[in-house]
């Protein structure tokens, strides 16, 4: 299966969508925050990013879920090419990658020189190319990706994201994503404000998600298991069930697909200001987890849960 952005590429249609985001810089409205400012001339918004790409880190990863990692994750072949954005707009107290996302570790980066990491990892047999929370930068990724295009780029997109999502930033990605990746991290309003300073963070992450899936279905597979296209949703339990997972669930199998690939994650570890905030402060129980899980199923999921 061939990517959809060779076929944008080709009828000119990817260079129209890159003039677009653009233009969305000069008045920033990438994102929920929608904070209006003109990226383009030196102004910042809530995630304090510019004009300039910046990245913190380009390198196969092999932690990742296995249809992006593929079976050859023991031998160190294959694997994920994750590229890691410096900073973010969401900004949770809790962030599992805090030094990159708050403490805005990183390096600024042409659309050039990024597009050769692209080839790099493609070149070193990496199945996709990974942008780990891309939502900010989407513009100058597009570019790269275009840029990549004309030097024989041919693997999978994936927009690994934290949900909180404009609808009209995911429109513009129609046809160049290929496997959407959001995190769903909150149903409950209160914990979103608390934790992640969005309130209306269920309501945009509902919405886009509604339009990945229109847009690229369900996660599909090839012959050797690897991911070609579609939607792969993570949910991250957190301790006290501040997450809200039954309502995560429920969306997922009644309004999305009961076949939509789904991690549900035990990897928390109170990080960064987690410290701050009793609930918070330690892990969830292995039977948090399989409570999770056990509602997952109840709501007649069945693809993914490894964690
Ligand atoms: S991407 Fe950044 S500047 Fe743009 S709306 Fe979101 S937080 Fe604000």
């Known amino acids: 299966m061939q990517p959809n952005y060779l076929r944008l590429y080709k009828s000119g249609e990817l260079d129209e969508r890159i003039a677009q985001l653009y233009g969305v810089l000069e008045c920033c409205v990438l994102c929920p925050r929608e904070c209006r400012k003109n ?16 990245v913190s880190a380009i390198h196969p990863h092999f932690g990742e879920e296995e249809p992006l990692v593929g079976r050859g994750r023991l031998w160190g072949v294959g694997g994920s090419g994750t590229i890691f954005l410096t ?16 403490l805005e570790q990183g390096r600024p980066i042409g659309a050039a020189e ?19 929370t891309p939502t900010h930068f989407v513009p100058q990724l597009v570019k790269s990706i275009r840029v990549a295009i004309e030097s024989g780029l ?47 963070y269920f309501i945009h ?25 579609g939607l792969l949703i993570r949910h991250l ?13 429920r969306f997922i199998a009644e309004e999305i697909s009961k076949d939509s690939y789904v991690n549900i994650m035990f990897q928390y570890r109170p990080m960064f200001k987690a410290g701050e905030y009793e609930e ?17 199923q109840g709501f007649g999921l069945h693809r993914g849960f490894g964690s």
């Open 154 to 200: 041919q693997i999978p997109i994936v927009y690994n994201c934290g949900g909180y999502e404009s609808v009209s930033t995911i429109r513009l990605l129609e046809g160049i994503v290929d496997i959407y990746m959001p995190d769903i991290k909150y149903s409950d309003s209160q914990n979103a404000r608390k934790y992640s300073n969005a309130a209306d």
């Open 39 to 54: 990226r383009l001339k030196g102004e910042r918004g809530y995630c304090r990013s510019g004009e300039e790409l910046v």
């Open 114 to 132: 990024l597009s050769r990491g692209m080839i790099e990892l493609q070149n070193m047999g990496c199945h996709n190319i990974n942008l780990v």
């Open 280 to 296: 918070l402060n330690r892990r969830p129980t292995l039977d948090e987890y399989r409570r999770a899980v056990a509602m997952a």
């Open 237 to 249: 339990i957190l301790p006290n069930d501040l997450a809200g997972s039954r309502e995560i669930l």
């Open 205 to 229: 992450c509902e919405e886009a998600v509604r339009e990945m899936h229109r847009q690229v279905g369900d996660l599909q597979l090839d012959s050797r298991g690897i991911a070609q296209r």
């Open 87 to 102: 900073g973010c707009s969401l900004g949770c107290v809790y962030c599992q990658n805090y030094d990159i996302s708050h």
